[in-house]
């Protein structure tokens, strides 16, 4: 029952023409298509369920606007890919990633230009969410200590890593975290590490001042069948680990009632409203 509940209680309070700012915590979080993934066989990410069934995952990049300055979670697939109509096929061809609009229109069309972000994180460092990670060198780097290691040291594609994503941010000021982290000090936009996807795997506890408080899942469950039933790929970095994440994240969902909003789920996504339309 619990788990329903948590998908029942999914209210959206979309943006008006004239909103209020919030002089202090979090005014309102855009959520922008970064692309979509488009897969032959669903049953890598749901093992034995729907085999060789065709699925599209969306992608999603997130935008807080905080009284303190930007954050941008998840940077989506390349930007390079809107000039490739036909996609562009990763995975040996299992896998065809699209980016339709580049996330820098996206940001234009809010007003904000990459140079303005000065909060940055990823939920891990695989390729749809760093696509475009090497443009925000200006911003402090929120990075869990085991995932800066992976992109960083001396085998990142080990891990699945494309370190040509985000190698112009082995310069940027860095906060490395062990577990969890208040981005802005007051409790509004938590980072909590959530390990197996990759070894520093994280997701962003966003307060929104009407929709309440709401998980971007990162690629923790890449569907709500995989929430509601603890599935994780076997390619994962940590199979166990995956499973422990998902189990602790649950029961802090549950007891602080917070919303999951997953990232590749695209019925989910479905239901949220896109930029430049914002949430609150
Ligand atoms: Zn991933």
Redesign the pocket.
């Known amino acids: 029952m619990k788990k329903i509940g948590l998908v029942a209680v999914f209210v959206l309070l979309a943006g008006c023409a004239t909103p209020t700012e919030q002089t202090s915590g979090v005014d309102r979080m855009y959520v922008i298509n970064c692309g979509e993934n488009h897969v032959k066989d669903v049953s890598r990410w749901t093992p034995g369920v729907n085999v060789g069934k065709p699925h599209v995952f969306s992608n999603h990049c997130y935008l807080v606007k905080h009284a303190k300055g930007w954050m941008l979670w998840d940077t989506g697939n390349a930007d390079r890919l809107a000039a490739m109509p036909n996609g562009l096929a990763v995975a040996g061809g299992t896998i065809t990633a699209y980016m339709k609009k580049p996330l820098v229109d996206s940001l234009k069309e809010i007003g904000v230009t990459p140079a303005d972000i000065k909060h940055f994180a990823m939920?891990?460092g695989?390729g749809?969410?760093s696509g475009n990670a090497n443009l925000f060198t200006a911003a402090t780097l929120y990075v869990q200590r085991a995932e800066y290691a992976a992109m960083f040291g001396e085998d990142p594609s080990k891990v699945?890593f494309i370190p040509s994503n985000f190698d112009k941010l082995r310069a940027n000021t860095a906060m490395i975290i062990d577990g969890d982290y208040d981005v802005f000090g007051d409790g509004t936009v938590t980072i909590k590490a959530a390990p197996g996807?990759?070894p520093g795997?994280q997701v962003l506890v966003v307060r929104l001042p009407k929709t309440g408080p709401v998980m971007l899942s990162?690629?923790m469950v890449h569907l709500q069948y995989s929430w509601n039933n603890r599935i994780a790929p076997s390619f994962n970095f940590n199979l166990p680990q995956s499973l422990a994440t998902i189990d602790a994240m649950k029961a802090y969902a549950e007891q602080t009632r917070t919303q999951l909003w997953i990232n590749h789920d695209l019925e989910q996504n479905a239901k949220i409203p896109k930029a430049p339309q914002f949430v609150q």
């Open positions: 939920s891990h695989h749809d969410h699945g996807h990759t795997h990162g690629d």
